[in-house]
């Protein structure tokens, strides 16, 4: 079901928000634990949804010294999340120290290229920001990492390039009827999946509805008359 590929994110301040929110949506498979709750809650919350079943991508984009990177990967596997992010950025050695770190465990490291919020002059890049992804989810897949996280406006350049055994996972998707807000490098979702995304994460248009369930099934529904 295409439904599988949507992680929705647990973005919410406390625990027994992020507790009532699974409850909501019992049919969501995948979510996604970023800096917000994990600071928050910190292992508690991966517990319960590893109790419930669930898959976890646990959104923490690392980007320090190689050795302190490593360590921090290597301190996840306790955990026992199935996604945990890096920023690409942080160069070959912090992402070949962290692969190194986890010792081909089943943990999949994935390195965020550019965030979906930021433009070209935001970053302050002469060249253009497409190539600027693609020459990040390379270096990515050079070094051996799972996949990367990118806009879905990239995916025609990285899918050719990367192959179909990287996984892209895109953030900055936004159903025909929701608003883009802060992400300025946004798709719907039924047109990332064509593109070659393998997940979509896809967060206020479902959580900061009045009715999250009622939105889901739209997304659901959307999806499937796009299929």
Known sequence: MKSDRIIVPLDVPELED??????????????????????AAGPEILAYLKGEGK?????????????????????????????LTLH???????LQYSLKSIEQKPLKLLGVTVLTSL???????SMDLAD????????????GLAGSICSPLELNKLRPACGDDFLLICPGIRPSWSYAGDQKRTMTPAQALSCGADYLVIGRPITADA?????????????EENS
């Open 18 to 39: 992020a507790i009532n929110l699974v409850k909501l949506l019992p049919m969501v498979s995948f979510w996604k634990v970023g800096l917000e709750l994990f600071i």
């Open 55 to 83: 898959s976890i991508f646990l959104d923490l984009k690392l980007h320090d010294i190689p050795n302190t990177m490593a360590g921090a990967c290597r301190s996840a596997l306790k955990y026992e999340v199935d996604l």
């Open 88 to 94: 690409a950025s942080a160069g070959r050695a912090a």
């Open 119 to 125: 433009s070209a002059q935001d970053l302050a890049i």
């Open 132 to 143: 600027y992804v693609l020459s990040l989810a390379l270096l990515c897949k050079e070094v």
């Open 211 to 223: 009715n999250p369930t009622l939105a889901w099934s739209k997304l659901v529904e959307e999806l």
